[in-house]
């Protein structure tokens, strides 16, 4: 049984940063494709970014592009967003979602993930 668990939400200035991880317990960390979501209060799940297998395809929501970034590190089984240049409308609860995959390059932002984490609250307000 694959296990996520999200850590590093805090509440933050607008334009100030955080790095979010997805830690993974469990066999098999190499083929799990991972996806970053989040949800704010009213609103649907929004796929902010994903990473491959091979972490060579990733992929980002507009209105996130340039600001945040996904990476893995095979090491600590943990897959990590580092978001630059908050904004307000960034605030909601950030999960990760695992899913396996036999494709090396394949990820989506659609919440089509078999595995989830409890969720990590970001607030960004002055």
């Known amino acids: ?7 590093g939400g805090g509440l933050v200035q607008p334009g100030g940063s955080l790095r979010l991880s997805c830690a993974l317990s469990g066999a098999g960390f190499p083929f799990y494709a991972i ?3 989040r949800q704010a209060p009213g ?5 902010v ?4 297998t091979n972490g060579g395809t990733t992929a980002y929501a507009d209105s996130v592009k340039g600001r945040f970034t996904i990476s893995r590190d095979s090491a600590k ?3 990590y ?8 409308e960034d605030t909601g609860i950030y999960f990760c979602g695992a899913d396996w995959t036999p494709s090396p390059s394949f990820c989506t932002r659609r919440p089509r993930y078999a595995y989830w984490g409890q969720g990590t609250q970001v607030t960004v307000s002055s």
């Open 49 to 52: 970014s994903c990473v491959s």
């Open 77 to 79: 089984n943990t897959v």
């Open 35 to 37: 996806g970053w979501f």
């Open 1 to 7: 049984q694959l296990r996520l668990a999200e850590s």
């Open 43 to 47: 609103k649907e799940r929004e796929g």
């Open 81 to 88: 967003l580092i978001m630059n240049n908050l904004k307000s």
